[in-house]
Protein backbone atom coordinates (compact mmCIF):
# COMPACT_ATOMS: atom_id res chain seq x y z
CA UNK A 1 0.00 0.00 0.00
CA UNK A 2 1.53 3.35 -0.83
CA UNK A 3 1.21 6.74 0.36
CA UNK A 4 1.61 9.96 -0.59
CA UNK A 5 2.54 13.27 1.51
CA UNK A 6 3.50 16.73 1.13
CA UNK A 7 5.81 19.23 -1.19
CA UNK A 8 8.44 21.44 0.71
CA UNK A 9 12.05 22.29 1.01
CA UNK A 10 14.85 20.53 1.69
CA UNK A 11 16.13 23.65 3.78
CA UNK A 12 12.98 23.48 6.25
CA UNK A 13 13.52 19.89 6.57
CA UNK A 14 16.96 20.12 7.83
CA UNK A 15 17.11 23.16 9.31
CA UNK A 16 14.19 21.50 11.77
CA UNK A 17 15.35 18.20 12.31
CA UNK A 18 17.87 18.46 15.47
CA UNK A 19 14.62 21.02 16.58
CA UNK A 20 12.20 18.51 16.15
CA UNK A 21 14.02 15.96 17.66
CA UNK A 22 14.61 17.32 21.14
CA UNK A 23 10.96 18.96 20.96
CA UNK A 24 9.65 15.17 20.38
CA UNK A 25 11.33 14.10 23.10
CA UNK A 26 9.71 17.00 25.43
CA UNK A 27 6.66 15.72 23.64
CA UNK A 28 7.12 11.74 24.76
CA UNK A 29 7.91 13.15 28.48
CA UNK A 30 4.94 14.67 28.61
CA UNK A 31 5.22 18.55 27.90
CA UNK A 32 2.67 20.71 26.47
CA UNK A 33 -0.75 20.12 26.76
CA UNK A 34 -0.97 16.73 27.23
CA UNK A 35 -3.76 15.97 28.70
CA UNK A 36 -5.81 18.21 27.24
CA UNK A 37 -6.00 21.71 25.28
CA UNK A 38 -8.58 24.51 26.61
CA UNK A 39 -10.24 24.35 22.67
CA UNK A 40 -11.19 20.73 23.80
CA UNK A 41 -8.57 18.79 22.17
CA UNK A 42 -8.31 14.89 23.85
CA UNK A 43 -4.60 14.56 24.65
CA UNK A 44 -1.61 13.34 23.25
CA UNK A 45 -1.90 10.17 21.91
CA UNK A 46 -5.77 10.00 23.36
CA UNK A 47 -6.74 8.32 20.09
CA UNK A 48 -3.32 5.89 19.56
CA UNK A 49 -4.88 2.44 19.50
CA UNK A 50 -8.20 3.67 21.37
CA UNK A 51 -11.10 5.37 20.65
CA UNK A 52 -10.89 9.31 21.82
CA UNK A 53 -14.31 11.02 22.64
CA UNK A 54 -16.48 8.41 21.18
CA UNK A 55 -19.83 9.52 23.18
CA UNK A 56 -19.18 13.35 21.85
CA UNK A 57 -19.96 12.62 17.85
CA UNK A 58 -23.11 14.17 16.83
CA UNK A 59 -25.24 14.13 13.38
CA UNK A 60 -24.84 16.51 11.26
CA UNK A 61 -22.19 18.91 10.20
CA UNK A 62 -19.02 19.20 7.18
CA UNK A 63 -16.05 17.02 7.99
CA UNK A 64 -13.33 18.68 6.49
CA UNK A 65 -10.13 16.87 5.29
CA UNK A 66 -6.80 18.62 4.03
CA UNK A 67 -4.09 16.88 1.50
CA UNK A 68 -1.61 17.67 -0.27
CA UNK A 69 -2.34 15.22 -2.86
CA UNK A 70 -4.77 14.09 -4.77
CA UNK A 71 -5.68 10.24 -4.79
CA UNK A 72 -3.92 8.07 -7.45
CA UNK A 73 -7.53 7.06 -8.73
CA UNK A 74 -10.94 7.12 -6.60
CA UNK A 75 -12.04 4.27 -8.76
CA UNK A 76 -12.21 1.36 -6.51
CA UNK A 77 -10.40 -1.06 -9.09
CA UNK A 78 -7.27 1.38 -9.74
CA UNK A 79 -7.08 3.39 -6.05
CA UNK A 80 -3.87 2.09 -4.69
CA UNK A 81 -2.69 4.46 -1.74
CA UNK A 82 -3.41 4.15 1.67
CA UNK A 83 -5.55 6.68 2.51
CA UNK A 84 -7.62 6.20 -0.90
CA UNK A 85 -8.68 2.93 0.42
CA UNK A 86 -9.83 4.41 3.91
CA UNK A 87 -12.04 6.92 2.05
CA UNK A 88 -13.63 4.60 -0.40
CA UNK A 89 -15.31 3.21 2.48
CA UNK A 90 -17.37 6.27 2.61
CA UNK A 91 -19.07 5.35 -1.62
CA UNK A 92 -17.86 1.85 -1.82
CA UNK A 93 -18.69 -1.30 0.15
CA UNK A 94 -17.27 -5.03 0.10
CA UNK A 95 -18.90 -8.23 0.98
CA UNK A 96 -16.51 -8.51 3.90
CA UNK A 97 -14.13 -5.60 5.59
CA UNK A 98 -12.22 -4.60 8.30
CA UNK A 99 -13.25 -3.90 11.67
CA UNK A 100 -14.44 0.23 13.29
CA UNK A 101 -12.36 -1.31 16.42
CA UNK A 102 -8.83 0.78 17.25
CA UNK A 103 -5.30 -1.45 16.69
CA UNK A 104 -5.20 -5.08 16.26
CA UNK A 105 -8.56 -5.39 16.21
CA UNK A 106 -9.25 -3.30 13.74
CA UNK A 107 -7.47 -5.91 10.93
CA UNK A 108 -10.00 -8.07 11.56
CA UNK A 109 -12.96 -8.67 8.71
CA UNK A 110 -16.44 -8.45 9.62
CA UNK A 111 -19.01 -8.80 7.11
CA UNK A 112 -20.37 -5.92 5.09
CA UNK A 113 -22.97 -5.94 2.48
CA UNK A 114 -22.57 -9.90 3.09
CA UNK A 115 -24.33 -11.16 6.05
CA UNK A 116 -21.45 -13.24 7.11
CA UNK A 117 -17.78 -13.94 6.70
CA UNK A 118 -18.54 -16.38 4.15
CA UNK A 119 -19.25 -20.27 4.30
CA UNK A 120 -16.14 -21.88 3.20
CA UNK A 121 -15.51 -25.55 2.34
CA UNK A 122 -13.73 -28.06 3.94
CA UNK A 123 -10.70 -27.94 1.22
CA UNK A 124 -10.61 -24.03 1.13
CA UNK A 125 -10.96 -23.81 -2.26
CA UNK A 126 -14.66 -22.46 -2.50
CA UNK A 127 -16.44 -19.40 -0.46
CA UNK A 128 -19.63 -18.97 -0.58
CA UNK A 129 -21.70 -15.13 0.38
CA UNK A 130 -25.35 -14.07 1.02
CA UNK A 131 -26.13 -10.78 0.31
CA UNK A 132 -28.11 -8.60 2.80
CA UNK A 133 -31.53 -7.23 2.15
CA UNK A 134 -31.83 -3.53 1.57
CA UNK A 135 -28.25 -2.68 0.12
CA UNK A 136 -28.97 -0.19 -2.52
CA UNK A 137 -27.24 2.17 -5.20
CA UNK A 138 -27.69 5.65 -5.13
CA UNK A 139 -30.29 5.66 -7.43
CA UNK A 140 -32.26 3.07 -5.12
CA UNK A 141 -31.75 0.19 -6.83
CA UNK A 142 -30.63 -3.23 -5.03
CA UNK A 143 -27.22 -3.97 -5.48
CA UNK A 144 -26.64 -7.66 -6.95
CA UNK A 145 -24.54 -10.36 -6.86
CA UNK A 146 -23.93 -9.63 -10.43
CA UNK A 147 -22.74 -5.91 -9.74
CA UNK A 148 -20.25 -7.68 -7.42
CA UNK A 149 -19.03 -9.87 -9.61
CA UNK A 150 -18.76 -7.45 -12.49
CA UNK A 151 -17.10 -4.93 -10.46
CA UNK A 152 -14.16 -7.72 -9.41
CA UNK A 153 -14.22 -8.67 -13.03
CA UNK A 154 -12.88 -5.36 -13.88
CA UNK A 155 -9.51 -6.50 -11.64
CA UNK A 156 -8.17 -7.97 -15.61
CA UNK A 157 -8.92 -4.78 -17.66
CA UNK A 158 -5.46 -4.27 -16.87
CA UNK A 159 -4.69 -2.55 -19.77
CA UNK A 160 -8.03 0.55 -19.57
CA UNK A 161 -7.83 0.44 -15.86
CA UNK A 162 -4.23 -0.08 -14.51
CA UNK A 163 -2.76 0.90 -10.93
CA UNK A 164 -4.32 -1.27 -8.48
CA UNK A 165 -3.60 -4.51 -6.88
CA UNK A 166 -4.29 -7.81 -8.78
CA UNK A 167 -5.00 -9.91 -6.13
CA UNK A 168 -8.38 -11.03 -6.78
CA UNK A 169 -6.69 -12.02 -10.86
CA UNK A 170 -3.97 -13.45 -9.04
CA UNK A 171 -6.09 -15.74 -7.03
CA UNK A 172 -9.05 -16.36 -8.81
CA UNK A 173 -8.06 -16.69 -12.43
CA UNK A 174 -3.41 -17.51 -12.02
CA UNK A 175 -2.98 -18.60 -15.34
CA UNK A 176 -4.55 -15.58 -16.98
CA UNK A 177 -7.58 -17.35 -18.85
CA UNK A 178 -10.04 -14.36 -18.30
CA UNK A 179 -9.38 -11.37 -20.38
CA UNK A 180 -11.76 -9.32 -18.33
CA UNK A 181 -15.37 -7.56 -18.72
CA UNK A 182 -14.42 -4.96 -22.12
CA UNK A 183 -13.37 -7.95 -23.88
CA UNK A 184 -15.71 -10.71 -22.84
CA UNK A 185 -17.64 -12.27 -25.35
CA UNK A 186 -20.53 -13.57 -23.17
CA UNK A 187 -23.61 -11.55 -23.73
CA UNK A 188 -23.51 -10.37 -19.97
CA UNK A 189 -19.93 -9.69 -20.30
CA UNK A 190 -19.97 -12.22 -16.73
CA UNK A 191 -18.08 -14.90 -17.83
CA UNK A 192 -15.23 -15.37 -15.17
CA UNK A 193 -16.27 -18.72 -14.50
CA UNK A 194 -14.32 -18.53 -11.31
CA UNK A 195 -17.37 -16.62 -9.53
CA UNK A 196 -20.86 -18.03 -10.07
CA UNK A 197 -24.48 -15.52 -9.65
CA UNK A 198 -27.05 -18.22 -9.02
CA UNK A 199 -29.09 -15.41 -8.13
CA UNK A 200 -29.41 -11.81 -7.14
CA UNK A 201 -28.31 -12.64 -3.24
CA UNK A 202 -25.78 -15.48 -3.87
CA UNK A 203 -22.82 -14.89 -4.91
CA UNK A 204 -19.61 -18.36 -5.10
CA UNK A 205 -15.94 -18.08 -5.78
CA UNK A 206 -14.41 -21.17 -6.38
CA UNK A 207 -10.24 -21.10 -6.14
CA UNK A 208 -7.90 -23.33 -8.40
CA UNK A 209 -6.34 -23.39 -4.75
CA UNK A 210 -6.67 -21.99 -1.43
CA UNK A 211 -5.52 -19.05 -0.25
CA UNK A 212 -5.35 -18.26 3.46
CA UNK A 213 -5.96 -14.35 3.00
CA UNK A 214 -8.78 -14.52 0.28
CA UNK A 215 -11.43 -13.05 3.27
CA UNK A 216 -8.88 -10.42 3.36
CA UNK A 217 -8.34 -9.77 -0.04
CA UNK A 218 -12.82 -9.21 -0.05
CA UNK A 219 -12.33 -6.70 2.25
CA UNK A 220 -10.02 -4.96 -0.61
CA UNK A 221 -11.42 -1.96 -2.33
CA UNK A 222 -10.95 -3.85 -5.64
CA UNK A 223 -13.73 -6.54 -4.46
CA UNK A 224 -16.31 -3.02 -4.28
CA UNK A 225 -19.57 -3.98 -6.87
CA UNK A 226 -19.58 -1.88 -9.84
CA UNK A 227 -23.07 -1.22 -11.88
CA UNK A 228 -22.32 -2.03 -16.09
CA UNK A 229 -24.74 0.81 -17.03
CA UNK A 230 -22.57 2.96 -14.82
CA UNK A 231 -18.77 2.09 -15.59
CA UNK A 232 -17.41 4.86 -17.52
CA UNK A 233 -13.88 2.67 -17.76
CA UNK A 234 -10.73 5.02 -17.45
CA UNK A 235 -13.36 8.04 -16.47
CA UNK A 236 -14.52 6.31 -13.52
CA UNK A 237 -12.38 7.78 -11.20
CA UNK A 238 -14.20 11.38 -11.87
CA UNK A 239 -18.09 10.21 -10.46
CA UNK A 240 -17.63 6.67 -8.83
CA UNK A 241 -21.35 5.51 -8.70
CA UNK A 242 -21.88 4.83 -4.32
CA UNK A 243 -22.81 1.55 -2.56
CA UNK A 244 -22.58 3.48 0.84
CA UNK A 245 -23.75 6.12 2.84
CA UNK A 246 -21.86 8.57 0.59
CA UNK A 247 -22.23 10.06 -3.12
CA UNK A 248 -19.78 12.14 -5.07
CA UNK A 249 -21.19 15.45 -5.26
CA UNK A 250 -17.98 17.76 -7.36
CA UNK A 251 -14.69 16.61 -7.54
CA UNK A 252 -12.10 18.85 -9.33
CA UNK A 253 -8.98 17.15 -9.75
CA UNK A 254 -6.46 18.33 -7.24
CA UNK A 255 -8.37 20.81 -6.13
CA UNK A 256 -11.66 19.41 -4.24
CA UNK A 257 -13.69 16.71 -3.63
CA UNK A 258 -17.27 16.97 -2.04
CA UNK A 259 -19.39 14.17 -1.04
CA UNK A 260 -22.82 14.65 0.04
CA UNK A 261 -25.37 12.28 1.79
CA UNK A 262 -26.69 9.24 -0.10
CA UNK A 263 -30.36 9.55 0.72
CA UNK A 264 -31.04 6.20 -0.91
CA UNK A 265 -28.54 4.47 1.38
CA UNK A 266 -29.81 2.14 4.48
CA UNK A 267 -28.34 2.22 7.86
CA UNK A 268 -30.47 -1.05 8.69
CA UNK A 269 -28.53 -2.66 5.88
CA UNK A 270 -25.43 -1.81 6.86
CA UNK A 271 -23.47 -2.92 10.03
CA UNK A 272 -20.47 -1.26 9.75
CA UNK A 273 -21.29 2.89 8.61
CA UNK A 274 -22.48 5.29 11.48
CA UNK A 275 -22.55 8.13 8.51
CA UNK A 276 -22.25 10.95 11.27
CA UNK A 277 -21.35 14.06 8.94
CA UNK A 278 -23.95 15.72 6.37
CA UNK A 279 -20.89 16.73 3.79
CA UNK A 280 -17.57 15.55 3.77
CA UNK A 281 -14.93 17.56 1.63
CA UNK A 282 -11.45 17.56 0.91
CA UNK A 283 -8.98 20.51 -0.16
CA UNK A 284 -6.09 19.49 -1.94
CA UNK A 285 -2.69 22.12 -1.29
CA UNK A 286 0.50 22.26 -2.73
CA UNK A 287 2.39 23.97 0.28
CA UNK A 288 2.71 21.53 3.12
CA UNK A 289 3.17 24.35 5.55
CA UNK A 290 0.07 26.11 4.50
CA UNK A 291 -1.71 23.05 4.68
CA UNK A 292 -0.02 22.14 8.34
CA UNK A 293 -0.85 25.96 9.55
CA UNK A 294 -4.50 25.67 8.00
CA UNK A 295 -4.63 22.27 10.46
CA UNK A 296 -3.62 24.06 13.31
CA UNK A 297 -5.81 26.96 13.11
CA UNK A 298 -8.69 24.52 13.02
CA UNK A 299 -9.43 25.55 9.44
CA UNK A 300 -9.61 21.74 8.71
CA UNK A 301 -10.11 18.02 11.11
CA UNK A 302 -7.52 16.21 9.81
CA UNK A 303 -4.66 15.81 6.60
CA UNK A 304 -6.09 13.03 4.13
CA UNK A 305 -2.42 11.27 3.80
CA UNK A 306 -1.72 10.95 7.17
CA UNK A 307 1.65 10.73 6.95
CA UNK A 308 2.48 13.59 9.74
CA UNK A 309 3.03 16.92 10.24
CA UNK A 310 5.76 19.01 8.38
CA UNK A 311 9.39 20.08 10.57
CA UNK A 312 7.56 23.25 10.33
CA UNK A 313 4.17 22.17 11.43
CA UNK A 314 5.63 19.72 13.99
CA UNK A 315 7.43 22.84 16.05
CA UNK A 316 4.72 24.65 15.81
CA UNK A 317 1.67 21.44 17.11
CA UNK A 318 4.03 20.43 19.63
CA UNK A 319 4.36 23.91 21.50
CA UNK A 320 1.19 24.91 21.36
CA UNK A 321 -1.19 22.36 20.63
CA UNK A 322 0.25 18.86 21.48
CA UNK A 323 -3.08 17.60 22.65
CA UNK A 324 -4.64 17.06 19.27
CA UNK A 325 -1.20 15.05 18.25
CA UNK A 326 -0.84 10.86 18.35
CA UNK A 327 2.36 8.96 17.60
CA UNK A 328 1.03 5.71 16.19
CA UNK A 329 4.18 3.47 14.80
CA UNK A 330 2.92 3.22 11.16
CA UNK A 331 3.18 -0.24 9.35
CA UNK A 332 5.01 1.61 6.78
CA UNK A 333 8.55 0.67 5.75
CA UNK A 334 10.61 3.58 4.17
CA UNK A 335 13.72 2.47 2.10
CA UNK A 336 15.65 2.46 -0.93
CA UNK A 337 15.23 0.21 -3.54
CA UNK A 338 17.67 -1.38 -6.35
CA UNK A 339 16.35 -1.92 -10.00
CA UNK A 340 18.37 -4.65 -11.64
CA UNK A 341 17.68 -3.33 -14.58
CA UNK A 342 20.03 -0.77 -14.19
CA UNK A 343 23.94 -1.29 -14.32
CA UNK A 344 25.73 -1.48 -11.99
CA UNK A 345 22.62 -2.95 -9.67
CA UNK A 346 22.06 -6.27 -11.49
CA UNK A 347 25.12 -7.15 -9.37
CA UNK A 348 24.54 -7.53 -5.74
CA UNK A 349 27.75 -6.49 -4.38
CA UNK A 350 27.52 -2.89 -6.03
CA UNK A 351 23.91 -3.48 -4.38
CA UNK A 352 25.63 -4.32 -0.92
CA UNK A 353 27.92 -1.27 -1.52
CA UNK A 354 25.15 1.34 -0.67
CA UNK A 355 23.52 -0.91 2.04
CA UNK A 356 27.22 -0.35 4.13
CA UNK A 357 27.96 3.41 2.76
CA UNK A 358 24.73 4.69 3.83
CA UNK A 359 24.82 6.51 7.05
CA UNK A 360 21.29 5.59 8.61
CA UNK A 361 21.54 7.47 11.54
CA UNK A 362 21.56 10.76 9.27
CA UNK A 363 19.43 9.18 6.89
CA UNK A 364 16.71 8.88 10.36
CA UNK A 365 17.38 12.27 11.28
CA UNK A 366 15.76 13.35 7.65
CA UNK A 367 13.48 11.85 8.15
CA UNK A 368 12.13 13.07 11.66
CA UNK A 369 14.02 11.47 13.93
CA UNK A 370 13.09 8.39 16.39
CA UNK A 371 9.66 9.58 16.99
CA UNK A 372 8.56 11.18 14.05
CA UNK A 373 10.37 9.49 11.58
CA UNK A 374 10.84 6.06 13.52
CA UNK A 375 13.09 3.24 14.54
CA UNK A 376 16.14 2.67 12.05
CA UNK A 377 15.08 -0.48 9.87
CA UNK A 378 16.85 -3.42 9.80
CA UNK A 379 15.19 -5.31 7.52
CA UNK A 380 12.06 -5.15 4.97
CA UNK A 381 9.17 -6.81 7.10
CA UNK A 382 7.17 -4.39 9.09
CA UNK A 383 7.03 -4.74 12.93
CA UNK A 384 3.36 -5.61 13.13
CA UNK A 385 3.19 -8.28 10.08
CA UNK A 386 3.12 -11.61 12.11
CA UNK A 387 6.89 -13.10 11.60
CA UNK A 388 8.34 -9.82 12.08
CA UNK A 389 11.71 -9.56 13.78
CA UNK A 390 12.26 -5.89 14.19
CA UNK A 391 15.66 -5.34 15.00
CA UNK A 392 16.59 -8.18 16.00
CA UNK A 393 17.14 -8.95 12.65
CA UNK A 394 19.99 -6.82 11.22
CA UNK A 395 21.93 -8.79 8.96
CA UNK A 396 24.16 -5.56 7.55
CA UNK A 397 23.91 -4.16 10.83
CA UNK A 398 22.36 -1.33 10.17
CA UNK A 399 21.20 -0.36 13.37
CA UNK A 400 24.68 -1.61 15.11
CA UNK A 401 27.89 -1.37 13.90
CA UNK A 402 27.73 0.09 10.45
CA UNK A 403 24.57 2.50 11.62
CA UNK A 404 26.64 5.37 10.41
CA UNK A 405 28.26 3.44 7.42
CA UNK A 406 31.40 1.40 6.54
CA UNK A 407 33.28 2.72 3.95
CA UNK A 408 35.83 0.30 4.05
CA UNK A 409 33.48 -2.67 3.49
CA UNK A 410 31.63 -0.56 1.09
CA UNK A 411 34.39 0.02 -0.83
CA UNK A 412 35.63 -3.97 -0.27
CA UNK A 413 31.79 -4.67 -2.08
CA UNK A 414 32.92 -2.01 -5.27
CA UNK A 415 36.00 -3.78 -5.61
CA UNK A 416 33.84 -7.32 -5.89
CA UNK A 417 31.35 -5.63 -8.23
CA UNK A 418 34.13 -4.68 -10.66
CA UNK A 419 33.64 -1.12 -9.63
CA UNK A 420 36.49 -0.32 -7.64
CA UNK A 421 36.37 3.56 -8.32
CA UNK A 422 32.97 4.02 -7.74
CA UNK A 423 30.23 4.69 -10.58
CA UNK A 424 27.42 6.98 -11.16
CA UNK A 425 24.03 6.48 -10.49
CA UNK A 426 20.52 8.23 -10.05
CA UNK A 427 18.08 8.83 -6.96
CA UNK A 428 14.49 8.81 -7.74
CA UNK A 429 12.45 10.59 -5.32
CA UNK A 430 8.95 12.03 -5.43
CA UNK A 431 8.96 15.99 -5.16
CA UNK A 432 5.94 16.17 -3.16
CA UNK A 433 7.19 14.22 -0.05
CA UNK A 434 10.12 16.77 1.85
CA UNK A 435 11.34 13.92 3.96
CA UNK A 436 12.07 11.96 0.87
CA UNK A 437 14.06 14.64 -0.64
CA UNK A 438 15.79 14.92 3.14
CA UNK A 439 16.59 11.42 3.04
CA UNK A 440 17.83 11.75 -0.53
CA UNK A 441 20.18 13.87 -0.21
CA UNK A 442 21.32 12.34 3.32
CA UNK A 443 22.00 8.87 1.06
CA UNK A 444 23.96 10.88 -1.65
CA UNK A 445 26.19 12.72 0.80
CA UNK A 446 27.23 9.13 2.19
CA UNK A 447 27.51 7.64 -0.87
CA UNK A 448 29.71 10.15 -2.02
CA UNK A 449 32.44 9.26 0.57
CA UNK A 450 32.90 5.74 -0.87
CA UNK A 451 32.82 6.77 -4.38
CA UNK A 452 29.36 6.64 -5.67
CA UNK A 453 27.82 10.11 -7.29
CA UNK A 454 24.35 9.91 -7.47
CA UNK A 455 22.49 12.61 -8.71
CA UNK A 456 18.71 13.35 -7.27
CA UNK A 457 15.63 13.33 -9.97
CA UNK A 458 12.34 14.47 -8.07
CA UNK A 459 9.82 13.58 -10.35
CA UNK A 460 6.20 14.96 -10.02
CA UNK A 461 4.79 12.62 -7.02
CA UNK A 462 1.06 12.60 -8.34
CA UNK A 463 2.54 10.55 -11.44
CA UNK A 464 4.37 7.77 -9.70
CA UNK A 465 2.34 4.61 -11.41
CA UNK A 466 3.61 5.94 -14.59
CA UNK A 467 7.39 6.81 -13.35
CA UNK A 468 8.66 4.55 -11.35
CA UNK A 469 5.84 2.39 -11.81
CA UNK A 470 7.14 1.68 -15.38
CA UNK A 471 10.22 -0.38 -15.99
CA UNK A 472 11.07 0.37 -19.20
CA UNK A 473 10.57 4.00 -17.91
CA UNK A 474 12.94 3.50 -15.15
CA UNK A 475 15.64 1.94 -17.12
CA UNK A 476 15.28 4.64 -19.91
CA UNK A 477 15.92 7.27 -16.71
CA UNK A 478 18.65 5.02 -15.45
CA UNK A 479 16.87 5.20 -11.99
CA UNK A 480 19.31 3.09 -10.11
CA UNK A 481 18.01 3.85 -6.48
CA UNK A 482 14.05 4.80 -5.97
CA UNK A 483 13.15 5.85 -2.39
CA UNK A 484 9.61 4.78 -1.35
CA UNK A 485 7.81 3.57 1.03
CA UNK A 486 5.10 0.44 1.67
CA UNK A 487 2.46 -0.86 3.93
CA UNK A 488 0.66 -3.65 4.16
CA UNK A 489 -2.53 -3.81 1.76
CA UNK A 490 -3.82 -6.11 4.37
CA UNK A 491 -2.04 -7.10 7.44
CA UNK A 492 -0.01 -10.44 6.45
CA UNK A 493 3.26 -11.12 4.46
CA UNK A 494 1.67 -11.77 1.14
CA UNK A 495 -0.63 -8.65 1.76
CA UNK A 496 2.72 -6.87 2.51
CA UNK A 497 5.17 -8.40 0.06
CA UNK A 498 3.84 -10.30 -2.42
CA UNK A 499 3.30 -6.84 -4.70
CA UNK A 500 7.52 -6.07 -4.13
CA UNK A 501 8.98 -9.48 -3.98
CA UNK A 502 6.46 -12.07 -5.94
CA UNK A 503 7.60 -11.83 -9.65
CA UNK A 504 4.31 -12.89 -10.90
CA UNK A 505 3.20 -9.00 -9.62
CA UNK A 506 5.85 -7.73 -11.50
CA UNK A 507 3.84 -5.17 -14.32
CA UNK A 508 4.94 -2.92 -17.69
CA UNK A 509 2.28 -0.29 -16.03
CA UNK A 510 1.61 0.72 -12.11
CA UNK A 511 4.61 -2.06 -11.13
CA UNK A 512 5.51 -1.78 -7.66
CA UNK A 513 8.33 -4.79 -7.87
CA UNK A 514 10.86 -2.15 -8.39
CA UNK A 515 13.82 -4.26 -8.12
CA UNK A 516 12.30 -6.62 -10.37
CA UNK A 517 12.75 -9.52 -8.33
CA UNK A 518 12.56 -12.91 -9.67
CA UNK A 519 13.62 -15.78 -7.45
CA UNK A 520 12.13 -18.76 -7.46
CA UNK A 521 13.26 -19.75 -3.76
CA UNK A 522 10.75 -16.52 -2.81
CA UNK A 523 7.77 -17.30 -5.71
CA UNK A 524 7.72 -20.60 -3.64
CA UNK A 525 7.74 -19.57 -0.34
CA UNK A 526 4.50 -17.18 -1.16
CA UNK A 527 3.09 -20.23 -2.88
CA UNK A 528 3.67 -22.39 0.57
CA UNK A 529 2.00 -19.66 2.36
CA UNK A 530 -1.27 -19.22 0.42
CA UNK A 531 -2.23 -22.70 1.23
CA UNK A 532 -1.48 -22.69 4.89
CA UNK A 533 -3.73 -22.23 7.72
CA UNK A 534 -1.91 -22.61 10.66
CA UNK A 535 -1.24 -19.44 12.09
CA UNK A 536 2.56 -20.34 13.36
CA UNK A 537 3.49 -21.79 10.01
CA UNK A 538 2.31 -18.60 8.59
CA UNK A 539 4.55 -16.53 10.66
CA UNK A 540 7.59 -19.18 10.03
CA UNK A 541 7.29 -18.84 6.14
CA UNK A 542 6.80 -14.87 6.55
CA UNK A 543 10.25 -14.80 8.08
CA UNK A 544 11.95 -16.62 5.33
CA UNK A 545 10.61 -15.04 2.94
CA UNK A 546 12.05 -11.88 4.07
CA UNK A 547 15.29 -13.43 5.00
CA UNK A 548 15.42 -14.04 1.45
CA UNK A 549 14.42 -10.36 0.49
CA UNK A 550 17.50 -9.06 2.75
CA UNK A 551 19.86 -11.57 1.64
CA UNK A 552 19.46 -10.63 -2.14
CA UNK A 553 20.55 -7.20 -0.95
CA UNK A 554 17.96 -5.52 -3.18
CA UNK A 555 16.59 -3.11 -0.25
CA UNK A 556 18.01 -0.62 1.82
CA UNK A 557 15.54 0.13 4.61
CA UNK A 558 15.60 2.93 6.09
CA UNK A 559 12.86 3.12 9.13
CA UNK A 560 10.24 0.93 10.76
CA UNK A 561 8.24 4.58 10.51
CA UNK A 562 6.33 6.10 12.90
CA UNK A 563 3.96 8.99 12.59
CA UNK A 564 2.95 12.73 14.43
CA UNK A 565 -0.71 13.05 13.37
CA UNK A 566 -3.18 15.95 14.02
CA UNK A 567 -6.51 15.51 15.55
CA UNK A 568 -8.58 18.36 14.96
CA UNK A 569 -10.42 19.61 18.57
CA UNK A 570 -13.63 18.95 17.15
CA UNK A 571 -13.06 15.09 16.12
CA UNK A 572 -15.25 13.12 17.95
CA UNK A 573 -15.01 8.72 18.04
CA UNK A 574 -11.44 9.37 16.76
CA UNK A 575 -8.63 6.00 16.50
CA UNK A 576 -5.34 4.70 15.04
CA UNK A 577 -6.15 1.15 12.95
CA UNK A 578 -3.78 -1.87 12.16
CA UNK A 579 -6.24 -1.97 8.95
CA UNK A 580 -4.82 0.80 7.22
CA UNK A 581 -1.51 1.04 9.12
CA UNK A 582 -1.82 3.33 12.29
CA UNK A 583 -4.13 6.10 10.23
CA UNK A 584 -7.13 7.01 11.67
CA UNK A 585 -10.15 5.01 10.11
CA UNK A 586 -11.76 7.89 8.65
CA UNK A 587 -15.27 5.62 8.17
CA UNK A 588 -17.38 6.77 11.39
CA UNK A 589 -15.08 10.06 12.30
CA UNK A 590 -18.09 12.54 13.45
CA UNK A 591 -17.65 16.32 14.62
CA UNK A 592 -18.62 16.83 18.41
CA UNK A 593 -20.47 20.09 17.01
CA UNK A 594 -22.18 20.14 14.08
CA UNK A 595 -22.53 23.70 13.07
Not at 63 to 90: P, V
Not at 210 to 229: E, K, T
Not at 501 to 516: E, K, R
Amino acid sequence: MTTQRTSGRRKQALAAAAVVAGLLTTAACGGGNGSGSKDGAAGFDAANNKVAQASLAKKGGELKFASAQDADSWDTTRGYYGFMWNFSRYYARQLVTFDTKPGKDGGKVVPDLATDTGKVSADGKTYTFTLRDGITWEDGKPITSQDIKYGIERDWAQDVLSGGPTYLKDTLDPDGKYQGPYKDSSKDHLGLSAVETPNAKTIVFHLPKPNADFQDILALPAASPVRQDMDTKSKYALHPFSSGPYKFQSYDPGKSLVLVRNDKWNASSDPVRKAYPDKISIKFFTNANDLDQRLINGDYQLDMTQTGLSPQGRQTALKQDKGNLDNPISGYVRYAVFPQSVKPFDNIHCRKAVILGADHVSIQTARGGPIAGGDIGTNMLPPAVAGAEGQKYDPYQIAGANKNGNVDQAKAELKACGQPNGFSTTIAVRNNKPAEVATAESLQASLKKVGINAQIDQYDGSQTTGIIGSPSNVQKKGYGIIIMGWGPDYPTVQGYGAPLWDSHFIQQSGNNNYALIKDKTIDGLFDTYSTTLDDAKKADLATQINHKVMDGAYYLPFTFEKFLNWRGSNLANVYTTDAYNGMYDFVNLGLKSAK
